[in-house]
């Protein structure tokens, strides 16, 4: 492939900024970052957010069906990459536009190039209503034709790379980098930070924290009895049937006051929480950790994560993460050497290769390889 600086670069994704979409924010980051290693960097969205963002984005941003027309008339070859979720190009599963955009892109010329980062897959559960199970064979029917066409493909946990080469031909479906939405305003801030003892965060949708309050229940009530954890703040959306549930299971355990929901913040002030934090809990699977942009949040912060991972996972590091029997026989843990080494070691993995700097580098260097 010719150097990128000699090409450009078009990246469709959902919305852009003031949007709010987990794979949007994640497809602008990157975009910004790339922008150092292509002559120009495009934004293509399916639509536009209501809300006018205060200044313009620097980066220039149309619909994506605008930017692949101009393609057609350009001298300048491109690199495309598709951010992919099952719905996000058309409800039905099935982005029938913006499937016969690609393939003229490609037939347009050799030189044009795309990949595609898929994001989610489809629901693999077998109880499925018929209109669910219907949208199932529209998506997979979709990512096969994506990757008849695609230069490359990655994905972000192993079980999507599993399903989507259970389907497709493609000899190697890669395994991509996710980053954090939200970060402190300096990296040191989190080692440097003043902690309080006993305040302990649970951060996400109310569904994923109500599980994981479920899942860590004992060790909650075990901890909150030694006076080690004196309250959690329930940081994400709030007033609905998950976080109802979550507020009464807390309240039922624990005591009223116990568990403090503070709703939906603005990215600033969670990483002012982050960074007042003593530790977080985490309910993942070690599978799911590596697509979390929650994690990478936490990690950025150099905040302790209580999960049951393995010692053993490599990515991201297990042995930087605590796990919940170890605070059981070691209610010291996070405040003594061996759990500030920890989360040292938590936060420089991820200023090393989560970063949005390290995430552009890694998908240059994955697309100059194809």
Not at 18 to 25: A, L, M, R
Not at 216 to 225: A, F, G, T, V
Not at 272 to 280: D, F, I, V
């Amino acid at each position: 492939m010719n150097s990128s600086i000699n090409r450009q670069l078009i990246i469709i994704a959902p919305t852009c900024p003031p949007g709010v979409c987990g794979v949007s924010d994640h497809a602008y980051k990157t975009a910004l970052a790339l922008g150092k290693y292509y002559g120009s960097v495009k934004i293509g969205v399916e639509y536009f957010p209501s809300l006018i963002p205060d200044t313009p984005l620097p980066i220039t941003t149309a619909y994506w069906h605008q930017l692949l027309d101009q393609l057609k008339k350009s001298n300048i070859p491109a690199d495309v990459l598709l951010n992919y979720t099952p719905t996000s190009y058309a409800r039905s599963g099935f982005p029938l536009k913006l499937l016969s955009a690609l393939k003229k892109l490609k037939k347009a010329s050799a030189n044009n190039h795309l990949f595609v980062f898929i994001h989610e897959t489809w629901d693999g559960s077998s109880n499925l209503k018929m209109h669910h199970r219907l949208r199932n064979l529209f998506i997979k029917n979709t990512i096969k034709q994506i990757s008849e066409i695609a230069d490359g493909i990655t994905v972000v946990t192993n079980e999507q790379k599993q399903k989507i080469e259970a389907i497709t031909f493609k000899p190697k479906i890669r395994l991509s980098l996710v980053g954090a939405n939200i970060l402190p305003f300096d990296k040191a801030y989190g080692l440097n930070s003043t902690r309080t003892p006993g305040d302990w965060l649970i951060f996400g949708l109310a569904h994923t924290r109500l599980w994981t309050l479920q899942q860590h229940l004992n060790l909650i009530k075990e901890l909150q009895s030694k006076g080690v954890i004196k309250r959690i703040y329930a940081i994400g959306p709030k007033d609905n049937t998950f976080s109802d549930q979550e507020q009464a299971l807390a309240n039922s355990k624990f005591g009223p006051g116990f568990l403090i929901q503070m709703g939906t913040l603005v990215p600033e002030e969670v990483s002012k929480m982050m960074l007042n934090a003593e530790a977080a809990l985490v309910g993942q699977t070690a599978d799911s950790l590596r697509k979390s942009g929650t994690f990478a949040a936490l990690s950025a912060h150099a905040v302790p994560v209580i999960c049951e991972a393995p010692i053993t996972l490599d990515e991201p590091p297990g042995y930087a993460i605590i796990r919940p029997d170890e605070l059981r026989g070691n209610t010291e843990l996070i405040s003594s050497t061996e759990g500030e080494k920890r989360r040292q070691l938590l936060h420089q993995w991820f200023w090393l290769t989560r970063s949005w700097e390290a995430i552009a580098l890694d998908m240059h260097t994955w697309i100059r390889a194809n």
